[in-house]
């Protein structure tokens, strides 16, 4: 056994040790940049923060299938008082994920409403201002942060 004393730390002066650290990994601190698809991007790691480019959704969807409405024409719609709307003038069928018209900002659902005639619907309920659609930068707003350097890009950050 030995009985002298082992002392791990020397000091060595601030640019050796720098040299040294270098000199054992010359990567460090030095490593290039590439543009790569977003598909060749998964496991590899952000040289630079990611900021959205546009909004997502980057314009005001439905998020049902229904008709679209201006929801200030629906109101003092009741089971008792029912509300009858002009399709083409007050209403339009829409889809769910399709843009919203301009000037409506509510989408009631296709199975709210009642078909009187070919351009004609009933509604028993009003609907409130946007009610059942998606705006414009739920998910993403444009110019926010995504991921930040270092980071390391997932398939969930591709989708971003």
Request: glycine share 6%; proline share 8%.
């Amino acid at each position: 056994m030995n009985t002298k004393r082992n002392v791990y730390l020397s000091m060595k002066p601030l640019e050796e040790a720098r040299q040294t650290l270098f000199d054992h990994f010359p990567a460090v601190g030095s490593m290039g940049t590439e543009h790569v698809s977003p598909p060749e991007a998964v496991g590899r790691v952000l040289a630079e923060p990611v900021f959205a480019a546009i909004s997502s959704p980057n314009f005001h969807a439905a998020a049902m299938d229904g008709v679209a409405v201006k929801a200030v024409d629906t109101f003092g719609a009741s089971q008792t008082r029912p509300k009858e709307l002009v399709v083409g003038a007050q209403t339009k069928f829409i889809n769910t994920g399709h843009v919203m018209p301009e000037d409506t900002d509510a989408v009631i659902m296709i199975e709210n409403i009642q078909t009187v005639g070919e351009d004609r619907i009933r509604i028993e309920a009003p609907a409130f201002p946007w009610q059942h659609v998606r705006k414009m930068g739920e998910d993403i707003v444009a110019t926010e942060l995504l991921y930040p350097r270092g980071h390391v890009v997932s398939p969930y950050c591709i989708g971003a």
